[in-house]
Structure formats: structure tokens, C-alpha cells
């Protein structure tokens, strides 16, 4: 089909848009107390206690060459530029599972499939049921039909080939289910015909890519009209955002997960690293929500006991979304000036037994009757479900 005509109609976020969130100044400047003298002229700490204990040697401004200066004071002030601050891009962030390439002869609707199946399996879930079931109810009448899984390229050949043919079959029989007039035939290739490079920046991306099942159909006239199918454009919502009362500290102790699976890490030297792994209710709040999830490493990660960090407990491949299963659409972290808004993945740590937070902002949901969404945090971990809503 490399000569035929081809438009793609792709569920896409549209322009950039920019929120107002919060403005503000920030600025911090630290300068420790000068030491007690005592009454022999020597420096303490204020207290004969203190300044007894081994291994304390205390440092005071005339240690340090005197006060500091105006200058050196205005170099530890840090300022951010409110149009930074109060600003994100939304752009993009908001894209579907499903979409839609319309040939001269030939219709292909592509369902990714991180968000039908669970990692290595071949049992559509009970959304996904759904959606392919209104997927082939939309299909002409005499139409020739076949399903076509794809998988990725991680793993072995004849693994993938397998599960791509499962996968084809399981979405070829919800769709009969529902289409009895049409005969579906099943088709897996496997990894063998790769729709992107998995390379660059951003693999992860470029994986979920090409695990995909096909639904391709053509009209039973031979040379007969283009079939079209017009897809809806997905643009970012947006909403004013209402500062709250005061600020909000909310400790991880406090707050309780809705779900929670302990999940398995290679360790470098061929055996296992156990995190686990909670998701908080998502709040949204204005035009963004906010995805929380709570990591406890049980045992060591990397050989660290006491210093573990988000990037550690997630094999630097951290990857999370918050999906709607019916309508199929993703939301992905949203970016100021090129960096996603989350936490730092090296900075936030913890040690072995206890719990640190990770929270990302997602756009805000197109359809304000959501009640729950799924999470999918890693495309190798399980993926959270129903994890609630709540609109702050």
C-alpha cells in the first residue's frame, strides 16, 4: 500500500496552554549563631554540656572571616520569575489509546495495548471488553475484517510472537461477540514489524508504541469509495485555580494508599529487589491533578541500605499516567519550560523500611463525571485500578 493515499487522524492534545498556578518569591539566606565566649575566653557552644562532647568543633562567624557581606547575602537570595513560577504546558499531554489511519482500500484502527491487557497477558479487562465491543459496533455493514497484534522488542522472539497472536484473538473474539456478522481473522507478528524505532530519549515511550493490536477492515466493493471515519480531537481542559486557605502539609504517615502491590526489581547481581509500591487518591485541583505514589523498598536496592532513591526503586524507567479504560485516553506529566512537574527522582530518598513520595501533575480530566481512573506507574509493573477521583 505505499503508493495508496493516507491521512491519519490522531486524538491529540492542541496548542499550548498556559495556567496560572501560584506566584511567588523565594528567598533563603542561613547564617549560624555566633558561639557563647566563656569566662576563660574560650568559644562554646552556650553550653559547657555541648561543648564538651567529642567530635564537635564549633564554627563561628569569625571562623568564617566575619559577617557576610551585602553581596555574598544577595547571592544566597534566590528569585524566580513569576511568568516561570505560575506557568505549564499542557500541550500534548492529553492523548488517546486509539486512533485511526484511513487508506484508499483500508480502515486501521490501532488500540495500544498497555491499556487493554495486563504486562504479558492476553485477558482483555473488563473496559477493554467495552471499548472493542464499541469499536466493532461502528464498523460498516459487509465489511472484510482482520485483528493484528504487535508487540514490542523486549524479551524473546517466539515469546512475543505468541502473545501477540493471543492478544489479536482475544480482541478478534470481544469483537464477534458483538459483530456476528463479520468474520474476524487473527493475525500476531510479534516484534517483527516494529510502527517506531525503539531508540533516543525516550524508549519507553516508543514501547508502548508498537504494543499494539490492529483492527483493519475494507469494504466489500472492490475499488470502491474511501472509507472515512472521523475521530475526535482531545484538547487539555482548563480551570481557574483557587488558592487554598493556608499551606497543606500532608505527611506520608498520615495519608493512607487506595492501592498497593510489592513489586519485583532485578538486582544487579541476578536476584531480586522487592518494592512496595501505593497509590493516594488523585486530587485535581484547576487545570491539573496530582498523582501520588508512596515507595517502600524492603530490602536493599543497588547494594544502598540507607539511601535509596526514586530513581533506584523504579530502575530509572519511571513512566507515569494516569488512564481512562473506556474512553482509552491517557494523561501524561505536564512541563514548565521543557521539565515535567514532579519530584526529583535523585533528590527524594529513603532507607530500607521506610516510605518516600513521589508525586507528579497530570492535566486535568476532559470529562468532569470521573470518579476513578487507572495508574500505571512502570509499563512492567501491575497497573492500579479504580484508583478514586477526588475534585478539590
Do not use: C
Not at 276 to 283: A, F, K, L, N, S
Amino acid at each position: 500500500m505505499g503508493g495508496d493515499r493516507v491521512t491519519r487522524r490522531r486524538r491529540a492534545a492542541g496548542s499550548a496552554l498556559a495556567v496560572t498556578v501560584a506566584a511567588g518569591l523565594v528567598a533563603a539566606a542561613s547564617l549560624a549563631p555566633a558561639a557563647a565566649s566563656t569566662e576563660d575566653g574560650s568559644t562554646g557552644t552556650g553550653s559547657d554540656e555541648a561543648a564538651s562532647l567529642p567530635g564537635i568543633d564549633p564554627v563561628t562567624v569569625e571562623d568564617l572571616g566575619g559577617e557576610p557581606s551585602r553581596e555574598l547575602l544577595d547571592q544566597a537570595v534566590t528569585r524566580f520569575d513569576p511568568g516561570v513560577a505560575r506557568t505549564f504546558e499542557l500541550e500534548g499531554a492529553v492523548t488517546s489509546f486509539e486512533y485511526v489511519e484511513v487508506f484508499e482500500e483500508e480502515v486501521v484502527v490501532t488500540l495500544e495495548t498497555d491499556v487493554l491487557f495486563e504486562v504479558d497477558s492476553a485477558q482483555l479487562s473488563a473496559a477493554a471488553v467495552e471499548r472493542v465491543r464499541e469499536v466493532a459496533s461502528e464498523l460498516p455493514a459487509d465489511v472484510v475484517a482482520s485483528v493484528v497484534g504487535h508487540t514490542d522488542s523486549v524479551g524473546e522472539e517466539t515469546a512475543n510472537q505468541d502473545l501477540s497472536l493471543r492478544r489479536a484473538q482475544a480482541v478478534a473474539d470481544a469483537a464477534s461477540a458483538e459483530r456476528p456478522d463479520v468474520t474476524f481473522a487473527a493475525e500476531g507478528f510479534g516484534e517483527s514489524r516494529l510502527k517506531v524505532a525503539e531508540s533516543g530519549d525516550d524508549v519507553a515511550n516508543a514501547r508502548a508504541q508498537n504494543r499494539r493490536v490492529e483492527l483493519r477492515y475494507s469494504g466489500s466493493t472492490p475499488g470502491g469509495a474511501t472509507l472515512e471515519r472521523e475521530e475526535q480531537d482531545l484538547e487539555p481542559v482548563t480551570a481557574p485555580y483557587v488558592a487554598g486557605d493556608g499551606p497543606r502539609v500532608e505527611l506520608v504517615e498520615d495519608t493512607e494508599t487506595v492501592a498497593a502491590e510489592v513489586v519485583t526489581l532485578p538486582s544487579e547481581d541476578g536476584g531480586e529487589e522487592q518494592v512496595r509500591v501505593g497509590v493516594e487518591p488523585i486530587v485535581v485541583r484547576g487545570s491539573t491533578m496530582r498523582l501520588r505514589l508512596q515507595l517502600t523498598p524492603l530490602g536493599p536496592v543497588g547494594g544502598d541500605e540507607d539511601r535509596i532513591t526514586v530513581y533506584d526503586m523504579t530502575a530509572g524507567e519511571l513512566h507515569p499516567r494516569a488512564v481512562d479504560p473506556y474512553r482509552l485516553v491517557s494523561y501524561e506529566p505536564v512541563t514548565s519550560r521543557g521539565l515535567e512537574l514532579e519530584t526529583d527522582q535523585f533528590g527524594a530518598s529513603t532507607a530500607v523500611g521506610g516510605t518516600v513520595r513521589y508525586e507528579v501533575y497530570l492535566p486535568r480530566p476532559v470529562d468532569e463525571s470521573i470518579s476513578a481512573l487507572y495508574v500505571s506507574v512502570l509499563p512492567t509493573w501491575p497497573t492500579f485500578e479504580d484508583v478514586p477521583v477526588v475534585w478539590d
